[in-house]
């Protein structure tokens, strides 16, 4: 994640499930771990947590660092997300912004069979049955994963802005197929035995949207810099060729 040096803005986080209680971020140093703002108390809205914070004022590498005021069980806090502060805009500002589509949730909504990948153990049927994606009979049913992949793609967008390349349109689906996976194990098997896997797939998301997010700013700068150069004109003095034309 990339922020401007001095300003204000709103870290996210997909909420891990369990008791939490007094969750909140701030920023600190890598390694030193030496607090560069301070903490600020999280706001729970579906299942993202949200909180302002200020980004350093130096330019450099930082951590945000989610925690909460009381131990929960499985502990998933501390959980750290690295933030890049810079100065001045993110990106150049010549040629004018591309012309890129307003993305729908419908170009990155996963199909039911995508998220079953993720979650294989769960597509057991009631009889003992393992079917290739959800249905009726699994535990969740085909209808509930349907509306996790709903709060799922809204929990994703939120995280990007609201028009960018096409040609990332399949790494946030997949992205969304991992929200879901994470959200079915936080919301319908709350337990101790699978902590681990989905802090694992917690860190993968928070990894794929970080590279996602700057994969999106880097292709929008250089958008805008091509956008800017004026098309070569032919020299008539230092292209001989032109003159047999």
Request: with cysteine; glycine share 8%.
């Amino acid at each position: 994640m990339t922020v401007a040096a001095g300003t204000q803005f709103t870290a996210y986080l997909a909420d891990p499930g369990g008791d939490t209680v007094g969750v909140g971020a701030r920023i600190e140093v890598p390694v030193t771990r030496a607090i560069v703002s301070s903490f600020v108390s999280g706001t729970l809205s579906g299942a993202m947590w949200s909180a302002v914070l200020d980004a350093p004022g130096t330019p450099g590498e930082y951590l945000i660092v989610w925690m909460t005021t009381q131990p929960t069980d499985p502990p998933p806090f501390p959980i750290f997300v690295p933030v890049t502060a810079t100065m001045g805009p993110a990106a150049p500002t010549v040629g004018g912004e591309p012309d890129y589509p307003k993305v729908q949730p419908s170009d990155v909504y996963p199909t039911l069979e995508e998220v079953a990948i993720l979650e294989r153990t769960r597509t057991r049927g009631d009889d003992g049955t393992f079917y290739d994606t959800f249905n009726g009979q699994t535990w969740p049913t085909d209808t509930d994963v349907g509306a996790v992949i709903d709060t799922a793609v809204n929990l994703t967008l939120a995280q990007l802005r609201e028009d960018f390349n096409p040609l990332f349109y399949e790494q946030v689906k997949d992205m969304c197929a991992l929200q879901t996976a994470i959200l079915i194990e936080t919301s319908f098997f709350r337990n101790q035995e699978y902590a681990e896997r989905v802090s694992s797939w917690r860190i993968l998301l928070m990894q794929g949207m970080e590279g996602i997010k700057h994969s999106i700013e880097v292709d929008r700068a250089q958008a805008v810099v091509f956008a800017g150069m004026e098309p070569r004109q032919p020299d008539w003095d230092t292209d001989p060729w032109l003159w047999s034309m």
